[in-house]
């Protein structure tokens, strides 16, 4: 059965998996050209809409509304608040970066300012990220190990969820 220590450790290789993806999008911009297109086309909107979106949902829906439940700090209150703020962001640049993929016609060599701004895009979700994930993780953990109310929600919530998104 899950319990909140698995969910913990879920969110921290999720973490690891995002940061690992973006990476990976990274170094494929980097030598793109007009037979990589597609892929990096396919391979950013999975990772948009069914990496990223689920693992945002997964926090959003079990991690911080089970926070946001118990008696915690205004502190922690407004990281989440803040967190969440991000959540939007990142999906918004994954949105401009499959926007910019879109400006490079089938079949044609990357315009090297689409390029540009591909590279840009990928490094500085890649490095806000893992900032995030960080402050994430720092600001969570004791919650985690030390609220028996919030380990509770944390399964309570997780199993829910489960139920709901199955594939997740």
Request: hydrophobic share 40%.
């Amino acid at each position: 059965m899950d319990d909140w220590m698995s969910l913990e450790r879920k969110l921290r290789r999720y973490h690891e998996d995002v940061i690992d993806a973006v990476r990976r999008l990274s170094h494929i911009a980097d030598f793109l050209d007009e037979n990589s297109v597609e892929n990096l086309r396919a391979s950013a909107m999975t990772f948009r809409d069914h990496d990223l979106a689920a693992h945002f949902r997964l926090e959003e829906e079990v991690l911080f509304q089970s926070i946001l439940k118990v008696r915690v700090s205004m502190e922690t209150r407004v990281l989440i608040a803040q967190l969440t703020k991000e959540h939007a962001t990142f999906l918004g640049m994954f949105e401009d970066f499959y926007q910019q993929l879109e400006r490079i016609p089938k079949g044609n060599k990357p315009d090297p300012v689409v390029l540009a701004k591909l590279r840009f895009i990928c490094k500085t979700v890649g490095r806000l990220f893992a900032d995030h994930a960080a402050r994430e993780l720092d600001g969570f953990s004791a919650l985690f190990r030390e609220n028996p109310s919030v380990q509770f929600l944390l399964s309570r919530n997780y199993l829910s969820y489960r139920t709901k998104h199955p594939k997740e």
